[in-house]
């Protein structure tokens, strides 16, 4: 797998975003992706150190639309910890 395979897209949420403060990032990645390949991919897509992974399965839930039950899908969750001073611009320029 590629860099651009294994991370999928930055999550955007008001947990994610009071995260970067402690220099952790937060994106969906791969379901079969190990954290050694969602290290070694932020590196090489971002430029910067990472010092630690952490990786969760987001599990579906069940959403009704009118009489008709279904779940949402299952996802890969990882939390990039990244070295002190360096951070991730994702959204091109932040203030």
């Known amino acids: 797998m590629t860099a651009h ?6 999550i955007v949420s008001e947990r994610s975003y009071a995260q ?9 990645v ?11 991919a932020v590196e090489e897509i971002f430029g910067v ?9 987001v599990k579906p839930k069940t959403k009704r639309v009118r009489y008709v039950a279904g779940k949402t899908r299952s996802w890969k969750k ?7 001073g360096q951070s991730i611009e994702i959204f091109g320029n932040q203030a």
């Open 30 to 40: 791969h379901k079969d992706a190990n954290k050694y390949q969602i290290k070694d």
């Open 49 to 57: 150190k990472v010092t630690r992974v952490n990786t969760l399965m």
């Open 20 to 28: 970067m403060e402690q220099n952790k990032y937060t994106f969906e």
């Open 5 to 10: 395979e294994i991370i999928i897209r930055p």
């Open 78 to 84: 990882a939390v990039v910890t990244v070295a002190e």
